[in-house]
């Protein structure tokens, strides 16, 4: 996402290495290392929950460098794709997005809608990032979130479909509680991109993203 947001192998433990390694990899344990989400969690509240009062609604706003449906529009486009791709549905549906058409500062429930989304020119200091806030420690045992803030620079929403369909669900898993890997860190993943010295920056989430979210959601932890 550009501004954005060894395995030594020694002969004489060779095979026991590997046959380790095929273990872990059929237990799950591997996919989950191959991804960075908090430990203990950080992501919003609802996402635990299958209450159909109960959902992740988001609006979209700016600050005037990109009109305000078509930002709604492209955040939309980067959040449902196919079904099969996407953030939205996780673990049966307790992740389910839901929008409002209108600027968040105009909406009268404005103080109930989960996530807001922030399209400017600056983003965060050059980037585009998320925050999280209002902690409270929650019945599933460790603190989770009321509000998320996601803030789009203008820029990565501008730039085609690719690039804002990657930066929108890169900050998208930041919410659902995933984290920045490390430099040259590069499983497939929405949440590793070429910022990051990876080769290529993934539109969609992964397979593994979709697991690893699935078991956030199922509040199992993924190791």
Same mark, same amino acid.
């Given at each position: 996402?550009?501004?954005?947001?060894?395995?030594?192998?020694?002969?004489?433990?060779?095979?026991?290495?590997?046959?380790?390694?095929?273990?872990?990899?059929?237990?799950? *344990?591997?996919?989950?290392?191959?991804?960075?989400?908090?430990?203990? +969690?950080?992501?919003?509240? &609802?996402? /635990?929950?299958?209450?159909?009062?109960?959902?992740?609604? =988001?609006?979209?706003?700016?600050?005037? *460098?990109?009109?305000? +449906? $078509?930002?709604?529009?492209?955040?939309?486009? %980067?959040?449902?794709?196919?079904?099969?791709?996407?953030?939205?549905?996780?673990? &049966? &549906?307790?992740?389910? =997005?839901? +929008?409002? &058409?209108? *600027?968040?500062? $105009?909406?009268?429930?404005?103080?109930?809608?989960?996530?807001?989304?922030?399209?400017? !020119?600056?983003?965060?200091?050059?980037?585009?990032? %998320?925050?999280?806030?209002?902690?409270? =420690?929650?019945?599933?045992?460790?603190?989770?979130?009321?509000?998320?803030?996601?803030?789009?620079?203008?820029? /990565?929403?501008?730039?085609?479909?690719?690039?804002?369909?990657?930066?929108?669900?890169?900050? $998208?898993?930041?919410?659902?509680? =995933?984290?920045?890997?490390?430099?040259?860190?590069?499983?497939?993943?929405?949440?590793?991109?070429?910022?990051?010295?990876?080769?290529?920056?993934?539109?969609?989430? *992964?397979?593994?993203?979709?697991?690893?979210?699935? $078991?956030? !959601?199922?509040?199992? %932890?993924?190791?």
């Amino acid at each position: 996402m550009p501004n954005y947001h060894a395995i030594r192998l020694v002969l004489a433990v060779g095979v026991l290495l590997f046959a380790g390694a095929v273990a872990l990899l059929a237990s799950g *344990s591997m996919k989950a290392r191959a991804y960075h989400y908090h430990s203990p +969690p950080i992501h919003i509240w &609802s996402m /635990h929950e299958y209450s159909s009062a109960t959902h992740e609604e =988001f609006c979209v706003h700016t600050d005037g *460098s990109l009109d305000q +449906p $078509t930002a709604l529009a492209r955040v939309k486009g %980067a959040l449902w794709v196919d079904g099969t791709r996407e953030w939205d549905g996780l673990a &049966s &549906s307790k992740v389910w =997005f839901i +929008p409002y &058409s209108g *600027s968040c500062p $105009t909406l009268a429930n404005r103080a109930s809608i989960e996530i807001e989304y922030y399209v400017s !020119a600056g983003g965060c200091g050059g980037v585009s990032c %998320a925050n999280l806030t209002d902690p409270y =420690f929650g019945p599933l045992w460790h603190n989770e979130y009321k509000y998320a803030y996601v803030t789009l620079k203008t820029s /990565h929403m501008t730039s085609g479909s690719a690039l804002y369909h990657d930066v929108v669900n890169h900050e $998208t898993g930041h919410v659902l509680g =995933f984290k920045d890997p490390n430099y040259g860190d590069c499983p497939l993943s929405v949440m590793h991109s070429r910022y990051y010295g990876c080769a290529s920056d993934l539109e969609w989430p *992964s397979d593994g993203d979709i697991w690893v979210g699935t $078991t956030i !959601a199922n509040n199992s %932890a993924p190791y």
